[in-house]
């Protein structure tokens, strides 16, 4: 698992000797040789499945803060973002600088050798555990899952506070709401150990819970008082609390988290104007577009609206790299809930 140690170097020389000379590292104000390169490539092109409001509100203010710069974006969904990645690399095609979506990018175009090391200067604003100790990735936003409750249906103090919890008896019969897709189980599992996660999942299958493809749909669910409990992401439920839903939620110990990364290519064809996006993409200016538009922001300085969505509770972290083994973790778990 991916994890970061926040070092400090008296020089520069140690930093060489510790990370070699093939790392790239940038600066909080950007270095005038990486601007005066972007000027002369005069272009960026970013590829992400952030939602398109978003990532053209962040192209936009990134082409005002650097007025020669052509921003090309191009946005799609994880499988076929990946799959355009691939088919363009194998017809010798490089056309993107920066790529940012789920960590389910990850993998199969790193195990290519299309994505370059870099840490910005500006990953020392986030907490370690969201930055790839490789430099290979940062995260630029994330999701926490959490248990939902309708809070008409369930009294506050009535919510089960932890996992164990869940497993009393009167949550049994189509009463918990719970993902379909195996990323709790497998974000769990380098933490609790691979039998205890496993077990615990078997108990909470025996507890008949109603599994659903879609988080979102999950929480609308719960909104609309077809389910008491489910697990879906902190900020969704958050939206459906301000517009009056009678929706609560609380993060179940240690809560997961799904990281959304930001990464380099390795053959980027306008690389010092893939490092610029890259740094706005974590520094306050493009981490406070990420807030406004009620996602969570993953800057120390930048706090989450409320605080709570990210702080305040023991996290394990469902890293890019876990993807990788997550179709056997699926297969278990479809054979636990039985799933398709």
Same mark, same amino acid.
């Given at each position: 698992?991916?994890?970061?140690? !926040?070092?400090?170097?008296?020089?520069?020389?140690?930093?060489?000797?510790?990370?070699?000379?093939?790392?790239?590292?940038?600066?909080?104000?950007?270095?005038?040789?990486?601007?005066?390169?972007?000027?002369?490539?005069?272009?960026?092109?970013?590829?992400?499945?952030?939602?398109?409001?978003?990532?053209?509100?962040?192209?936009?203010?990134?082409?005002?803060?650097?007025?020669?710069?052509?921003?090309?974006?191009?946005?799609?969904?994880?499988? +076929?973002?990946?799959?355009?990645?691939?088919? $363009?690399?194998?017809?010798?095609? *490089?056309?993107?600088?920066?790529?940012?979506?789920?960590? $389910?990018? /990850?993998?199969?175009? #790193?195990?290519?050798?299309?994505?370059?090391?870099?840490?910005? %200067?500006?990953?020392?604003?986030?907490?370690?555990? #969201?930055?790839?100790?490789?430099?290979?990735?940062?995260? *630029?936003?994330?999701?926490?899952?959490?248990?939902? /409750?309708?809070?008409? #249906?369930?009294?506050?103090?009535?919510? @089960?506070?932890?996992?164990?919890?869940?497993?009393?008896?009167?949550?049994?019969?189509?009463?918990?709401?719970?993902?379909?897709?195996?990323?709790?189980?497998?974000?769990?599992? +380098?933490?609790?150990?691979?039998?205890? %996660?496993?077990?615990?999942?078997? !108990?909470?299958?025996?507890?008949?819970?109603? +599994?659903?493809?879609?988080?979102?749909? #999950?929480? !609308?669910?719960?909104?609309?008082?077809?389910?008491?409990? %489910?697990?879906?992401?902190?900020? =969704?439920?958050?939206?459906?609390?301000?517009?009056? %839903?009678?929706?609560?939620? =609380?993060?179940?110990?240690?809560?997961? =988290?799904?990281?959304? @990364?930001?990464?380099?290519?390795?053959?980027?064809?306008? +690389?010092?104007?893939?490092?610029?996006? *890259?740094?706005?993409?974590?520094?306050?200016?493009?981490?406070?577009?990420?807030?406004?538009?009620?996602? =969570? @922001?993953?800057?120390?300085?930048?706090?989450?609206?409320?605080?709570?969505?990210?702080?305040?509770?023991?996290?394990?972290?469902?890293?890019?790299?876990?993807?990788?083994?997550?179709?056997?973790?699926?297969?278990?778990?479809? $054979?636990?809930?039985?799933?398709?």
């Amino acid at each position: 698992m991916a994890t970061s140690k !926040q070092v400090v170097f008296s020089c520069a020389f140690m930093v060489v000797f510790l990370y070699g000379p093939l790392r790239s590292w940038s600066q909080s104000s950007a270095d005038p040789k990486v601007i005066e390169g972007a000027k002369k490539e005069r272009e960026v092109v970013w590829y992400t499945t952030t939602n398109l409001e978003t990532s053209k509100k962040i192209s936009d203010l990134l082409q005002k803060k650097y007025p020669f710069l052509n921003v090309t974006l191009f946005r799609t969904n994880n499988a +076929p973002l990946v799959n355009r990645i691939l088919l $363009e690399a194998r017809a010798g095609k *490089y056309e993107w600088d920066v790529v940012s979506g789920g960590g $389910e990018l /990850f993998s199969p175009v #790193m195990d290519r050798g299309l994505i370059m090391q870099y840490r910005s %200067a500006e990953a020392r604003m986030i907490d370690e555990d #969201m930055v790839d100790k490789e430099g290979y990735w940062t995260a *630029y936003t994330a999701s926490t899952f959490v248990l939902g /409750f309708n809070t008409k #249906m369930v009294k506050k103090e009535a919510v @089960p506070r932890t996992y164990e919890a869940l497993l009393d008896p009167k949550w049994k019969g189509r009463k918990i709401g719970v993902d379909a897709s195996a990323g709790m189980l497998h974000a769990l599992m +380098p933490s609790w150990g691979k039998e205890k %996660a496993i077990s615990y999942f078997r !108990q909470l299958a025996s507890q008949d819970p109603a +599994p659903n493809d879609s988080t979102s749909l #999950m929480a !609308q669910l719960l909104s609309a008082g077809e389910l008491p409990l %489910a697990f879906s992401t902190a900020h =969704i439920y958050e939206l459906l609390n301000r517009k009056g %839903a009678p929706v609560d939620w =609380i993060p179940l110990e240690p809560a997961v =988290i799904r990281v959304v @990364p930001t990464m380099l290519g390795a053959k980027a064809r306008h +690389p010092n104007a893939g490092k610029l996006l *890259y740094d706005f993409l974590i520094a306050k200016e493009g981490q406070e577009i990420i807030k406004s538009f009620n996602r =969570i @922001p993953v800057r120390k300085d930048v706090p989450p609206d409320p605080p709570r969505l990210l702080r305040g509770f023991k996290r394990v972290i469902m890293y890019p790299e876990l993807y990788k083994s997550l179709d056997e973790t699926q297969r278990i778990y479809n $054979e636990i809930f039985k799933l398709r």
